[in-house]
C-alpha cells in the first residue's frame, strides 16, 4: 500500500522559513512526477511546484522565487523549502505523487504564518 507522509509543518513569523519534507513508501512504488499543493481555509486546493522525474521543476507565480521543489530518489522523498514565508502562505500542505487525478496524497501538513 502507498503512503505519503509529510512533516516539517508549524508556525512561522513572516519573513521565516520552513522545510517540508514527504515521505513515499509502498512496495515497489516511486516517486515520478512529485507536487506539493495547499489549500488555504475557504479556498480551493493549489499547486505550489512540481518536479518531474528528470528534476525539471515549475512553481505557482505566488511562490516563485522563495519556494524550492526537490527530491532525492534513493530515499524515495520530495522537500519543499519555503523562504520568505508570508501570511498568505498559511495554508495546510498535502504532497502528491503520480498525479493530482490518479496519484497519491499525504494527509496534509498546516503551515501557519503569523506575527
Known amino acids: 500500500q502507498v503512503q505519503l507522509v509529510e512533516s516539517g509543518g508549524g508556525l512561522v513569523q513572516p519573513g521565516g522559513s520552513l522545510r517540508l519534507s514527504c515521505a513515499a513508501s509502498?512496495?515497489?512504488?516511486?516517486?515520478?512526477?512529485g507536487a506539493w499543493y495547499r489549500q488555504a481555509p475557504g479556498k480551493q486546493r493549489e499547486l505550489v511546484a512540481l518536479?518531474?522525474?528528470?528534476?525539471?521543476?515549475s512553481y505557482a507565480d505566488s511562490v516563485k522565487g522563495r519556494f524550492t521543489i526537490s527530491r532525492d530518489n534513493a530515499k524515495n522523498m520530495m522537500y519543499l523549502q519555503m523562504n520568505s514565508l508570508k501570511p498568505e502562505d498559511t495554508a495546510i500542505y498535502y504532497c502528491?505523487?503520480?498525479?493530482?487525478?490518479?496519484?497519491?496524497w499525504g494527509q496534509g501538513t498546516q503551515v501557519t504564518v503569523t506575527g
Open positions: 502528491n505523487a503520480n498525479g493530482a487525478v490518479s496519484g497519491y
Open positions: 509502498g512496495s515497489a512504488f516511486t516517486i515520478n512526477i
Open positions: 518536479i518531474t522525474g528528470g528534476g525539471s521543476t
